[in-house]
């Protein structure tokens, strides 16, 4: 299937100059959400990800890792922005273009020693990403590989990230 033509790209969004690539054209379409799905977990299975977790970051990892951790056996775990948790948590901050944000996960969601892969929709710059594999990583847990569903190969995220299994289904 070709999911690129299931991509809609919105000039000038969020600002001028910037391609935006829309991912809500491939949710509506049940064959290719099924077929995303399914290839992403296909290709973690070829990779050799033996994966206790998987964890998505606010809001698009939302939407892939849940039916991916399923498809693997595994459970999924939330990593949000500050102050969206209601117990309590481990935090790190990273830096923006402009300024810093922060990612937190609840302190009860991963055990030292989990085996995780991390999800997202998207990887540009790499800068959440990052952030997130921090994250894990201070906790304790072995980061195992990351999944997006789109690369942004001319922003060089994927040279930034931890040297694990990288997949993305998408490049642009």
Do not use: N, W
């Not at 809500?24 to 992403?40: E, S, V």
């Not at 299975?45 to 399923?70: C, H, K, N, T, W």
Request: glycine share 10%; proline share 6%.
């Amino acid at each position: 299937m070709d999911l690129k033509s299931l991509i809609r790209d919105i000039p000038d969004f969020p600002k001028p100059g910037i391609l935006f690539r829309d991912i809500t054209t491939l949710l509506r379409d049940p064959d290719g959400l099924r077929y995303t799905i399914d290839f992403l977990t296909q290709r973690c299975v070829e990779s050799g990800m033996q994966v206790d977790y998987v964890v998505g970051m606010e809001a698009r990892g939302f939407i892939f890792g849940p039916p991916l951790a399923y498809q693997l056996g595994a459970g999924f775990i939330p990593v949000r922005k500050r102050g969206k948790l209601p117990a309590a948590v481990h935090a790190i901050e990273y830096e923006l273009e402009y300024g810093t944000d922060c990612l937190e996960v609840h302190q009860d969601a991963l055990q030292p020693g989990s085996r995780v892969l991390i999800v997202d929709d998207l990887i540009a710059t790499g800068g959440t990403a990052i952030a997130t594999a921090k994250l894990i990583q201070k906790i304790g847990c072995e980061l195992v590989g990351f999944g997006f569903i789109i690369e942004l190969r001319d922003l060089q995220g994927r040279k930034h990230l931890p040297d694990v299994p990288i997949i993305s289904l998408i490049e642009y």
